[in-house]
């Protein structure tokens, strides 16, 4: 039974995830200790007719000995050859499948000053590369494996076995492998997405306003000519894939100078192997002034102060409480199911496809039109229970789409 739900949710990856083509080359990201998930993957893809697939394998562990041991110019060094290794590829229209799966504490005692360094020269870098994923040239997916060190997070008053079961079990689950036919099931769940996300774009609001009990009073505007996307996303050739999976959310891009007031997180944040928890941001006229945070103060400001657009917001998420995910009640200190539990924003750049044309702008444009542009593009979680948002249309009327945390949106 376990076999045949592994293959089937290394199918949906290749087949729906990334939607591999022909004769088109695929790129997998994976820990070390996803080894033989990725083989399965490799294979698959093989099968489906990939061209060649890639592996660059990651090693978490080996990368805490760097920044704790190493030399601290190496640092705002990165390799010519790691460049080249994802450009090129992306040159070559590669499709990009990365296995999201790293211990959520493992780099607490590390400098953190270390890590945003690292961060932002690894950017500059790839900033090619990350144009070309953002503005969806590419098709690319980010999905999950258990690791020992993740599950025993998730899951610490169990045996190791254990632990690794439950949260496969949870995948299966999330991803909708436990369905009898998990693509007619991710079908009819892009359908239920494309409904919201319709109406959406057709009010083209202007504003939406959030309030919740735990401090959230946030105002955010929305650029003009703004997009919303839910569940699959196309390349620029039309070519269908799922960035997430598993994904909940309809997204776009807030208007960068447009967002104003406090924002109180509702889930902990797992950025670069420290957990940063109960923080709040303060925006005037986009911009963060003020934050706190009672765990983890030190990473958030790194990541705030990555660049000038870390600064600001790229990215509001719609996702309702009543979504499978929230409802299984696991935190899973991992941004990839903790986003897709609850209404998330993003600090720092904004998908330039969410705004009409934007895929054609120079990032100095997209900043006249709103759209944020950094470095760095982070999740974070601010839904609750009781969150309510109300939507302002140009006109001024006010509409709630958004009652004690679900959506309110008319069938």
């Known amino acids: 039974m376990f076999e045949n739900k ?5 199918e949906l990856l290749v087949k729906i995830g990334v939607n591999l083509k022909k004769n088109q080359i695929l790129v997998i990201r994976s820990p070390i200790e996803c080894a033989d998930f990725t083989r399965m993957v490799t294979e698959i893809a ?7 697939v890639v592996v660059s394998w990651g090693d978490e562990k080996l990368d805490k000995i760097k ?7 190496i640092f705002d060094e990165f390799p010519e050859w790691q460049k080249c290794f994802y450009v090129d590829y992306a040159m070559q229209d590669a499709a990009f499948l990365t296995i999201s799966a790293s211990d959520p504490e493992i780099m607490k005692a590390v400098d953190t000053e270390r890590l945003m360094r690292a961060q932002r020269v690894r950017g500059n870098a790839l900033t090619t590369y990350r144009e070309r994923t953002m503005n969806n040239i590419n098709s690319w997916c980010v999905a ?5 060190a993740w599950a025993k997070k998730v899951f610490p008053n169990v045996s190791e076995h254990i632990a690794i079961e439950n949260l496969w079990a949870a995948i299966f689950n999330a991803v909708r492998v436990d369905s009898e036919d998990p693509v007619a099931a991710w079908e009819l ?10 109406y959406l774009n057709r009010m083209n609001f202007k504003t939406l306003k959030y309030k919740n009990s735990m401090g959230t009073d946030l105002t955010i505007e929305l650029p003009e000519h703004h997009i919303w996307f839910g569940g699959s996303d196309l390349t620029k050739e039309g070519h269908e894939f799922i960035a997430n999976m598993p994904t909940e959310e309809i997204f776009t891009a807030p208007k960068r100078n447009g967002v104003h007031g406090k924002v109180v997180s509702s889930k902990p944040l797992n950025l670069d192997g420290n957990l940063i928890d109960e923080f709040e941001l303060v925006f005037k006229e986009g911009r963060i002034v003020d934050f706190s945070a009672k765990v983890g103060y030190e990473a958030l ?5 990555v660049d000038e657009g870390a600064h600001y917001l790229g990215e509001v998420a719609l996702v309702s409480y009543d979504s499978p995910i929230s409802n299984s009640n ?5 941004t990839l199911f903790d986003e897709n539990a609850s209404c998330h924003l993003a600090i ?9 044309d934007g895929d054609e702008m120079s990032s100095e444009d997209l900043i006249k039109n709103g759209i944020n542009d950094s470095l760095v593009h982070e999740d974070f979680m601010v839904g609750t229970s009781d969150l309510n948002i109300v939507g302002i249309t140009q006109e001024g009327e006010e509409i709630l789409i958004f009652k004690e945390g679900n959506f309110a949106i008319p069938s």
């Open 6 to 10: 592994l293959k089937k949710y290394a």
């Open 46 to 52: 093989y099968r489906e007719g990939a061209r060649e």
């Open 67 to 73: 920044y704790t041991m190493a030399p601290d110019e």
């Open 144 to 148: 999950s494996v258990p690791t020992l």
């Open 189 to 198: 769940h892009k359908s239920a997405l494309k409904k919201n996300t319709d």
């Open 301 to 305: 400001s790194n990541l705030i102060n």
């Open 330 to 334: 696991i935190l899973f200190y991992n």
């Open 348 to 356: 720092g750049k904004a998908y330039p496809v969410c705004i009409k």
